[in-house]
């Protein structure tokens, strides 16, 4: 069986950052786009101590700023 709808997942995706236009996201996240990595980066070490949230490195090189 697989989830139930209903059940609201252990976390909050609190922001979202990207280099790649075409992944930036619509919805109830922050999404950001910006032009270079080091921009990136600062960008969301920032906000992840602002929110004193967590950073998860997704493969493709996004970042998002979660809350546990």
């Not at 919805?27 to 992840?48: C, F, P, R």
Request: a positive charge; zero cysteines; hydrophobic letters at 45%.
């Amino acid at each position: 069986m697989g989830k139930e709808a209903n059940i609201k997942p252990p976390y909050e995706i609190l922001a979202f950052i990207t280099i790649n236009k075409d992944r930036v996201l619509a919805g109830n996240a922050l999404s950001l786009y910006t032009d270079t990595k080091e921009v990136q980066k600062m960008l969301t070490v920032d906000i992840a101590k602002a929110l004193k949230a967590d950073i998860v490195e997704l493969k493709t090189g996004d970042y998002m700023v979660i809350r546990v």
